[in-house]
DNA sequence: TGTACATCAGTGAACGCGCGTTCACTGATGTAC
DNA sequence: TGTACATCAGTGAACGCGCGTTCACTGATGTAC
């Protein structure tokens, strides 16, 4: 009696086509944005048939599924554990988080774009599939915290803890997805990731320091 | 001899259509975004055939270019002219700008949306557009007087002046596109104008006042 | 005023095309004996 | 080891559909005389 056949193909050493496809789905999203994108321009950045995506993917929902469970996720986990560090002041905390933030965008270029147009935008293609699986404990937890700090009178008491959070990351994720624009504009070109750290910090920490003319 | 017969029909009472589409057109590109607007979507809202759209704008492209001529560029004109008068001091500017940037982000609720999307994303359809049209008058001009207050020593001397125009956008244009999240996240429905007006000036003007607990 | 006609705003049906998806098929790779 | 065959990764052609665009046409509105 014959041992059973196991199933499956053991070894190969071709590329993985769906590793590739996985990027070129991703590099597509970023540049096209996720609804404008079609299988078949992602067939075409991994020089493959739409059928290919299929094959591995099934549809192009799955195939969205698989890009934020396999690229996004992981990503954003690797933000969620950075901050879950406890530290021992605001100041650490603050000086934590914004380097992180720049850190994160610096390296993976395209999380700012696909952030602020899939995520903030109204009818973007991620802000549905992807608000319910992440926690919103972060931005709470950081909100609590600077609530706290302000009624122990360490913090400005003119500031709203919740848009405290807000301005957090507007001032990191927009100085990232539009640094494109305002390098162009300014021609900016000497302004690298420590450069943007202690600008933000500065800000942050002691704001403008504005005086009267003499 | 009979007098030249003068061209197109003088008066009618039904409603402007054109109109009508043009409203319809901003809708369907704030809702779907502009690359994933089609015509019969645009058509569908405004309840009418598609041809109508071909009969007044010709094509596609000539409806994103009379929806970017005749909505978008008057409104930011509408921010130009608010920044162009002058002020007396530095403080003056920066109350000015916070102001201006949430009460027209408050008047035309899709404009931020509008801006995230399509001219902070790379493949944006408006970033090619708009920018040959927007004069980079305002952010240079911001920038150079930023930098002349540091010179005489009432500016922060840590910031960038160049990095604190790109902050002020960035504070005002992410907390209204992003306004829809953070309502969510913290169920911060009390949070109107004027607070977000005076959280952001607080954070402006002196920062977090971080202080070490006792 | 009546009549003939030009022009108007807008429609309905159709065009070629690229889309997402399906499926029978192929040659290479592995397994059973 | 050789041979028969199962399974693998992937293809090519086709499907129905919605897309942007075109165009002959329509009834209402206005004008000339």
Redesign the pocket.
């Known amino acids: 009696?014959?041992?059973?056949?196991?199933?499956?193909?053991?070894?190969?050493?071709?590329?993985?086509?769906?590793l590739a496809l996985l990027q070129a789905a991703l590099d597509a999203f970023v540049a096209e944005g996720i609804a404008a994108?079609?299988?078949?321009?992602?067939?075409?950045r991994a020089?493959?048939?739409?059928?290919?995506?299929?094959?591995?993917?099934?549809?192009?929902?799955r195939?969205i599924e698989a890009v934020i469970g396999e690229r996004l996720m992981p990503v954003l986990q690797e933000l969620g554990t950075g901050l879950a560090v406890p530290v021992q002041d605001e100041r650490a905390l603050l000086r934590g988080f914004v380097q992180a933030a720049f850190g994160l965008f610096e390296r993976h270029p395209w999380l700012a774009t696909l952030w602020v147009r899939e995520v903030l935008s109204e009818g973007g293609a991620l802000r549905e599939r992807l608000m319910p699986r992440l926690a919103p404990a972060i931005p709470l937890a950081l909100a609590q915290r600077f609530a706290a700090a302000q009624r122990g009178g360490r913090l400005n008491p003119d500031l709203d803890p919740r848009l405290l959070v807000v301005s957090l990351i507007g001032l990191t994720l927009f100085a990232s997805a539009a640094a494109p624009v305002w390098r162009g504009v300014f021609g900016a070109t000497d302004v690298d990731r420590a450069a943007l750290v202690e600008h933000t910090l500065a800000l942050l920490e002691r704001g403008l320091e504005l005086r009267h003319a003499d």
Chains 1, 2 share one sequence.
């Open positions: 009696m014959p041992s059973p056949r196991r199933p499956g193909r053991p070894e190969r050493d071709a590329p993985d086509q769906r994108s079609t299988l078949r321009s992602v067939a075409r020089g493959v048939t739409p059928a290919l995506l299929h094959y591995y993917f099934g549809d192009k929902e195939l």
